[in-house]
Nanobody
Framework: QVQLVESGGGLVQAGGSLRLSCTASRSTSRSVFSIIFMGWYRQAPGKQRELVATIGTVGSANYAESVKGRFTLSRDNAKNTVYLQMNSLKPEDTAVYYC?????????????WGQGTQVTVSS
């Protein structure tokens, strides 16, 4: 079992910045896992959950078109943590942001979601 701990949401004015972080940790000492992808999705009221950005163990991040050039996803493999730096925020970025984890637990592939953190951008 794996736990995801998110932080960094909040209220910001348009044009401002926020930084989200998400750390994956074992919920028991017996848990072992190998992260394949980590990243963020978001869900605005009345809309479906959508990809924001994901990153693998190596290589560059994959971004939604709507956030390219404004958001930067980075990863600290040693800490099993991803960071989403969000700049030039727009009111349409307002949503609940969910950390996403795709891993190999040794017994198969699994997906985990964080509890969500609210990002509100005022105009």
């Amino acid at each position: 079992q794996v736990q995801l701990v998110e932080s960094g949401g909040g209220l910001v004015q348009a044009g401002g910045s926020l930084r989200l972080s998400c750390t994956a940790s074992r919920s028991t000492s017996r848990s072992v896992f190998s992260i394949i992808f980590m990243g963020w999705y978001r869900q605005a009221p009345g809309k479906q959950r959508e990809l924001v950005a994901t990153i693998g163990t190596v290589g560059s991040a994959n971004y939604a078109e709507s956030v390219k050039g404004r958001f930067t996803l980075s990863r600290d493999n040693a800490k099993n943590t991803v960071y989403l730096q969000m700049n030039s925020l727009k009111p349409e970025d307002t949503a609940v942001y969910y950390c996403y984890l795709h891993l190999n637990s040794g017994s198969g592939l699994d997906d985990y979601w964080g509890q969500g953190t609210q990002v509100t951008v005022s105009s």
